[in-house]
């Protein structure tokens, strides 16, 4: 294959401007702002937010991104936790997680600022652009002292930040992350149904290693192990064939609103455009980053507080940190190869999916495990019908999407992938009860409130 020069650019310029300005700028903030109770959530939301930005601009992979949210996310309520005691630790709950110092007692600290504190540093630590994360930190921490918080309650609260944050980057240290840095690549074959590099840049597969991460809350990555995909068959008829032409067939007659639905979910962080012999990457958000980001939404429109929204983020990533992990071991294990392949070669050799297939296997699919699995926490967490618009993917230039519960999305995040063009129907389904089995175990066996079932107040209340 001949060599591309590839040119990496920004395309989602909203998200690179986002930190000077708008919305993710606290600087900016009005009077009355300056004025809400130091329980209020805006500044945890803005540092989902900023981390986010800062995934997209490193052009993290799903699965690594998924695992710098959720170590993030624990730092953050380990640290808020201690300001309200209805909240249990995750310590012993979550594999390899051991209790952290406690902290002084009978002295004052401020927990946003403190929880705040954890999971910048922890988001920093784990990121490429650190720069990025230091200018938003600075700024919150300028915003703590305007409101008043007294010099040796903000050294105080720092402090204890950053000792949890380091307490949680020493537990990330076992995770086997580092040791799949040095792991072989996939081995690309000719065997027939083998999954084989994609257009337009024809990528090495992403994250063939993933499976050997430790779980958070899986016993293993294989603990749900799917149902082996169809059999790799071209003959008419077959199983196999039949689903690769219904991708075909599916993709020469979509509707606008399947175009739409296929658009809104992409979340691809790989797409390439080409021009000539160059090639420049359209940075967008992650699967991961847009359950993130309704999370962030589902936490304002319950009117939750700094602690419970904490818990939220927490709950929210870790299941999808094993979700992945989970997903990711069946697509290295199966390796099936993608619609585009087939179709190009048995079925129609002009066809083109409508969304750039992602560089990796195609079974089980992500968005389906991630999605119904995160799906099935927040329905827990903040009960279910509920409704939102989901306004995640606005600053890529895609309209608001309206859903009757987070159940909904996960279904419509699901499909969207087979009017992609980049999956077969198995994969989704299969991958929806991969998904489901996920997110009840997570439901199961972590608890975060001290007497379960107890739902903390949305009100603000005193931390101190």
Not at 227 to 244: C, H, N, Q, V, W
Not at 265 to 280: E, I, K, L, Q, S
Request: aromatic share 10%.
């Amino acid at each position: 294959m001949k060599k591309r020069t590839i040119m990496l650019t920004v395309a989602a310029i909203a998200v690179v401007a986002l930190g000077a300005g708008g919305s993710y700028a606290i600087a900016a903030r009005s009077t009355a702002q300056s004025r809400l109770s130091p329980d209020a959530a805006d500044p945890l939301h803005t540092a989902v937010q900023r981390l986010s930005s800062v995934i997209v601009y490193d052009i993290m992979s799903p699965p690594q991104s998924s695992r710098v949210y959720a170590y993030s996310s624990v730092a953050a309520y380990e640290t808020l936790r201690h300001g309200h005691p209805e909240y249990r630790s995750l310590a012993g709950q979550l594999n390899g997680l051991e209790p952290a110092a406690e902290p002084q007692p009978g002295v004052q600290y401020d927990w946003p600022l403190a929880g705040v504190e954890a999971f910048m540093t922890v988001g920093r630590a784990m990121t490429f652009s650190r720069q990025r994360m230091d200018s938003l930190r600075t700024v919150m921490q300028e915003e703590a002292r305007r409101r008043g918080v007294a010099a040796p309650v903000f050294a105080r609260s720092i402090a204890y930040g950053d000792s949890i944050a380091a307490h949680i980057l020493k537990w990330s240290a076992a995770d086997h992350f580092l040791q799949t840095r040095g792991y072989p690549k996939f081995s690309v074959t000719s065997a027939l149904g083998r999954w084989v590099p994609t257009p337009p840049a024809y990528m090495d597969a992403v994250e063939a290693n993933w499976r050997e991460l430790r779980p958070f809350v899986l016993d293993s990555a294989s603990q749900f192990r799917p149902i082996a995909p169809p059999r790799f068959d071209t003959l008419p008829g077959s199983e196999f064939y039949k689903s690769a032409k219904e991708v075909h067939d599916v993709g020469v007659n979509l509707t606008e609103e399947q175009r739409a639905i296929a658009a809104f979910w992409d979340c691809n962080p790989y797409v390439m455009n080409v021009t000539g012999h160059a090639m420049f990457a359209t940075k967008k958000i992650s699967p991961g980053g847009h359950w993130m980001g309704i999370v962030g939404l589902a936490s304002r429109r319950a009117h939750a507080d700094i602690m419970r929204s904490a818990e939220a983020y927490a709950r929210a990533s870790i299941t999808m940190a094993d979700a992945f992990i989970g997903t990711w071991d069946e697509k290295y294990r199966s390796a099936v190869i993608r619609p585009e392949t087939v179709i190009n070669k048995y079925i129609d050799e002009r066809w083109q999916p409508l969304l750039q297939t992602p560089p990796f296997p195609e079974y089980p699919s992500g968005h389906s495990v991630v999605s119904t699995a995160v799906a099935a926490v927040l329905a827990n967490e903040f009960g279910s019908p509920f409704a939102f618009a989901d306004s995640a993917e606005l600053q890529f230039g895609l309209p608001v999407r309206t859903f009757p519960s987070f159940e909904a999305a996960a279904s419509e995040a699901a499909i969207s992938r087979l009017y992609g063009g980049i999956h077969y129907r198995p994969a989704i389904e299969q991958g929806v009860v991969l998904g489901r089995r996920v997110g009840a175990l997570v439901v199961a066996r972590v608890s975060t409130r001290v007497t379960p079932g107890v739902v903390a107040s949305a009100a603000p209340g005193t931390i101190h």
